[in-house]
């Protein structure tokens, strides 16, 4: 075993956990551990097994049964239930009935026939891999460093010398069950062995017990990282050509480049994006060697899937501020870059190849500011940046000792339009209403706002939430992120009285996201006083924060919608005191009917330009909301001569139809104007009152 005195990967492993675990509990504690360092292996990538002696469901004889990932999932987060299972004898049985190379995808389907226990997990391409290599535990993971090694001009030679007869050396060749012939022979061959680097592809290994094989991987890990520090040249990527822009001006070119990229990409599919200025990032983005590295692409088929053939690099120039330019050039850079992808899909195309898919870019490369990402959601594009970083690393390592090699271009189409990919993705789940699309909701960590914001987040959409309140706002992300996932909310603390505090909001939603589609403006108060006792501040505030406020959200929320030009939905969240005058109440009331018009004109404007504006009218909802929850509960209470516990039994008994009305039935009228279901409705508004004769709009 090597020496890891001086490793810079920690050993995670506890050996008093790990005695409480049986074998597959084992495999998938080192799999997690595996799992959660991106120096071992990417999101998604590799994969780990285990021959595990078991007992036979049908005949009670003992089997040794293969515990290895199944399809997708990841290696980090997975559970048991991630593993698929199959019987060993008949999985080394296939090699009998194996036709060749030519029929090697037909092997996939029979994986199936040797599955244990009925485990309905998907089996994995490489499950070949792991079965034939001669060893009780086996890992495959996609560590920079190895693949550095592995992605270099003199792969095998430098494999060598790096690790002096430890491991083999296969050249690259797609994963499949020829691969892993050829992977078990050759650790048959060689039993001085303890892994094997596949060309251009990343680091199998092996041992007899579970944590041997997991310090194994690290200490390969660990050589690999160690001896590129020690050999490469410096400085890296042959040193900067363009110094970074300032923080703020990185932050500023990409909220004004990203709604512009996404309007012009998102036209068969709404795209969301990601953008990273990591040191790592800039320091590729900012380099001399940018123009010759980037299109060549990836070299691992895991990066590659995720980030296409090559990504696309805009000519900004931060010491001459060109981003005019940049924007003005856009069409014709995208264009180039479709043509260049629909020439690569023509040359590489075979007579059963899919139907060519999307030939927009994934990674958007920019000197001196760092990368944008777009993908179907804002996980898909976020990992697809993570995988670039990967390759960033790939290629400095590998150009820092030798040459860099990317993936062949017919290699490259091959794994792209794979038919076992492309029947991969046909088994995906139709994509929710809301999907690829990015909501603002200013209110959003109170009642309404909030039950807005799970109603979008349930159809796919990314939500951005907006309040005043910082405590409760990061409550309401939490929730979200659990519910959801870490990319589907993000909070914004925002006074929608402050123009510059607006102007910031949607800046970040920009750089969060990408852009924007849907705008719920929500936030708000409430007041009651007779019009004697009506102090002017109270009076400016109403107006603050329920009209000026609404101008505000909409004003800036229009110039992002402009930007992107493909349209969107502004929801105004109003009250029955839009419509219907209440004594008492003059300053609100005033001031939610300047809503309703304020809409009117919007949707006028917003018309030419397919930006809806509507608008939804709710009474009475008192549960979970921040302004029914102090003096104005108490002032109505007081008005209708009740206690604050028999308020919300008064509006229910009021309305026609006897019924009390929920936030989440505001936010179900809210979803329907922000989806495709009122695509033809605009300038409308929409009571969610219960029923009140008064409000009736005419």
Known sequence: MPDRAATQLPNLWDDAHAAKLDEPGLLLYRSNLLGSDLRITNFGGGNTSAKVASLDPLDKKPATVLWVKGSGGDIGSMKLDGFSTLYLDKLLGLKAIYRGIAHEDEMVALFNHCTFNLNPRATSIDTSLHAFVPHVHVDHVH????????ASANAEELTKRVFGGKLGFLPWQRPGFDLGLKLGEMATKHPEYIGVVLGGHGLFTWAATSKASYETTLSIIDEAAAWLAANAKQPPFEGERVAAASRAKRREVAARLMPLIRGKISGGERKVGHFTDAPVVLEFVNSK????????????????????????????????DNLEAVAASLDERLAAYRADYAGYYQRCKKPNSPAMRDPNAVIYLVPGVGMFSFAKDKATARVAAEFYVNAINVMRGASGVSTYVGLPEQEAFDIEYWLLEEAKLQRMPKAKSL???????????GGIGFATALRLLEEGACVVLADIDEKALEERVGVAAKRFGKDAAVGVKLDVTNESAVIASLTECALA??????????????????????SLALWLKNMDILATGYFLVAREAFRLLLRQNFGGSVIFVASKNGLVASPGASAYCAAKASEIHLARCLALEGAP?????????????LRGSKIWAGEWREQRAASNRVSEDELEEV??????????????DVAEAIYFFASDLSAKS?????????????????
Request: aromatic share 6%; glycine share 8%; hydrophobic share 45%.
């Open 143 to 150: 560590a920079d460093a190895v693949i550095a090694i592995a």
């Open 289 to 320: 060697a940018l123009a010759a590295l980037a299109p060549l692409g990836t070299s691992c088929p895991d990066h590659f899937l995720r980030t296409k053939i090559r990504p696309l690099t805009l000519d900004y120039d931060p010491a001459a």
């Open 435 to 445: 999907a690829g699309r990015i909501a603002y909701i200013t209110g959003g960590a």
């Open 513 to 534: 996201y990408g852009g924007v589609d849907i705008v719920v403006s929500n936030a708000g108060i409430a007041s009651a006083a007779a019009i004697e006792d009506t």
């Open 609 to 621: 330009h397919g930006v809806r504006v509507n608008t939804v009218n709710p009474d009475a909802v």
């Open 651 to 664: 509006y229910r008994k009021r309305s026609m139809l006897k019924l009390s009305v929920l936030p989440e």
């Open 682 to 698: 605009t300038g409308n508004v929409l009571n969610v009152d219960a029923g009140n004769a008064q409000a009736f709009p005419r």
